[in-house]
């Protein structure tokens, strides 16, 4: 390539005025996004255990999935996470393309289905809206673009409460709207800040953040190859394009050169020049080719799922080995993941016998041990902490007793541990103390306990 698509031969921003056609792939991408709207816009007011959907507080340190809250004490998991998240972006690019960022990434899903649909609806179709761009200002564009406008602030204003409300959780929110200004009023600030980026992400940037700013577009240049199964025009069926010729002899390929698949296409690429940067994988031009296929009587998926490697050696689309394993592999890293998450407890607490001591010898017969203990409560309520000897033979008695320990909170404990020396048969001792909150026994450990040897 040789020219930005995004400028026009003076250099100028190129606007884009994409046609819409309701093939099969846009009524799936509709409801995929419906569904994805409703999530994200209830997701912040949901509840699991009593806690948030999701909750990315980086202000406070505090992180909340699928109800399972997550402090700077788990940045193993955030380690975990990140790799995993990095090998599931890097695989599934090399597998399926671009496909996230026509169906599912937020910029393409409030771009297409909701600020495009709202525009059209005020503005007309694309011809109707080029004209009108191009016309003078009257009242008729007044009025259109006043209220296209503010309905696009109207709507930045709602995404901008929501995306806050991830951030500093549902309950905040309501208190900056319900509470006057001046008690909030960086979060006041804040929401405005919000509401301006992403109007003028949706009114002015538009696909300038999939072809120019968004990291993930410039990567997939690196990762894909001639396997990688993308949109993507097969050229093999489709050359020589032109003109419908329906002679008993046409040379010419099933492409009718109608310019449709450029017209659709959200970025302004044209697909049959190959497989392009700018593209996101939204589909819009197999719509647009399979309506012109039907009708003139020809095969669908003259533009569909492909791999160079389908095209030139014509074999149809399919989820190939190459497919399968990849999938494999991701699917067992979620696992993995999953698993880590959803094993860890709500607290958890290190006992080290004091470096460098040795037992003491106490009243009425007791051996004792001094001990450390490190307790972080991960939960997102102050708890209450008791340590107890799983054996009743065992004493516990504190010189720093642990008490409460707040939210996402670490607090310690020194005690001694006392065991009768007729109850002791070896040089080490293995002892095991339960983490009690609420009554409940949250975690045993075990730790070790030296003594004299009673023969």
């Known amino acids: 390539m040789d020219a930005l698509l995004e400028a026009s031969d003076d250099g100028k921003r190129k606007w884009m005025y994409p046609w819409i056609r309701k093939g099969r792939y846009y009524?799936?991408?509709?409801?995929?996004?419906?569904?994805?709207?409703v999530l994200f816009f209830t997701g912040p007011f949901l509840r699991i255990n009593g806690q948030p959907f999701l909750m990315l507080n980086v202000i406070d340190r505090q992180f909340v999935l699928l109800g399972q809250v997550f402090w700077p004490q788990d940045i193993f998991l955030f380690m975990l996470a990140s790799l995993v998240f990095v090998v599931c972006v890097v695989l599934f690019t090399i597998a399926f393309g671009r496909i996230f960022c026509g169906w599912i990434c937020p910029q393409t899903i409030f771009m297409e289905m909701v600020f495009r649909k709202l525009e059209i609806w005020i503005e007309g179709d694309a011809t109707k809206r080029k004209k009108l761009d191009a016309g003078?200002?009257?009242?008729?564009?007044?009025?259109?673009?006043?209220?296209?406008?503010?309905?696009?602030?109207?709507?930045?204003?709602?995404?901008?409460?929501?995306?806050?409300?991830?951030?500093?959780?549902?309950?905040?929110?309501?208190?900056?709207?319900?509470?006057?200004?001046?008690?909030?009023?960086?979060?006041?600030?804040?929401?405005?800040?919000?509401?301006?980026?992403?109007?003028?992400?949706?009114?002015?940037?538009?696909e300038l953040v999939c072809t120019v700013i968004c990291p993930y577009g410039r990567l997939q240049g690196v990762l894909m190859d001639e396997n990688t199964l993308v949109v993507a025009y097969n050229e093999v069926r489709g050359e020589p394009r032109g003109k419908l010729d329906r002679t008993e002899f046409s040379t010419k390929g099933d492409c009718v050169d109608c310019?449709?698949?450029?017209?659709?296409?959200?970025?302004?690429?044209?697909?049959?020049?190959?497989?392009?940067?700018?593209?996101?994988?939204?589909?819009?031009?197999?719509?647009?080719?399979?309506?012109?296929?039907?009708?003139?009587?020809?095969?669908?998926?003259?533009?569909?799922?492909y791999s160079e490697t389908m095209i030139h050696t014509q074999q149809k689309p399919s989820f190939n080995n190459r497919m399968k394993g990849y999938s494999a592999v991701i699917a067992a890293l979620m696992v993995v993941l999953s698993y880590f998450i959803f094993s860890r407890t709500d607290m958890d607490i290190t006992v080290m016998r004091?470096?460098?001591?040795?037992?003491?010898?106490?009243?009425?017969?007791?051996?004792?041990?001094?001990?450390?203990?490190?307790?972080?409560?991960?939960?997102?309520?102050?708890?209450?902490?008791?340590?107890?000897?799983?054996?009743?033979?065992?004493?516990?008695?504190?010189?720093?007793?642990?008490?409460?320990?707040?939210?996402?909170g670490e607090v310690k404990a020194v005690f001694f541990i006392l065991i009768p020396a007729n109850k002791i048969k070896a040089l080490k001792t293995d002892v095991r103390i339960e983490l009690i909150s609420g009554n409940k026994i949250i975690q045993t450990v075990t730790t070790t306990f030296v003594g004299p040897l009673n023969n």
Not at 263 to 290: F, H, S, W, Y
Not at 298 to 303: D, G, Q
Not at 362 to 371: A, D, E, L, M
């Open 259 to 305: 310019g449709l698949c450029v017209a659709v296409c959200p970025t302004g690429i044209d697909i049959r020049k190959g497989t392009q940067l700018e593209c996101i994988n939204c589909t819009a031009c197999i719509d647009a080719c399979d309506e012109v296929m039907d009708k003139i009587h020809k095969p669908r998926n003259l533009i569909g799922y």
């Open 27 to 37: 009524k799936w991408r509709s409801w995929l996004s419906y569904a994805y709207l």
């Open 136 to 206: 003078p200002w009257d009242k008729d564009k007044i009025r259109k673009k006043t209220l296209k406008h503010f309905l696009f602030l109207v709507l930045s204003f709602l995404i901008a409460n929501t995306f806050l409300a991830y951030i500093i959780g549902s309950e905040n929110l309501v208190k900056i709207i319900t509470q006057p200004i001046n008690m909030h009023w960086v979060g006041f600030f804040s929401i405005w800040v919000f509401t301006i980026v992403f109007y003028l992400v949706y009114s002015r940037v538009r």
């Open 354 to 408: 004091g470096a460098g001591m040795l037992y003491q010898e106490q009243p009425n017969g007791y051996i004792s041990n001094i001990y450390n203990a490190d307790i972080t409560n991960k939960a997102n309520t102050s708890r209450s902490i008791i340590l107890r000897p799983e054996d009743p033979n065992i004493k516990l008695k504190y010189i720093q007793a642990p008490g409460i320990a707040g939210k996402g």
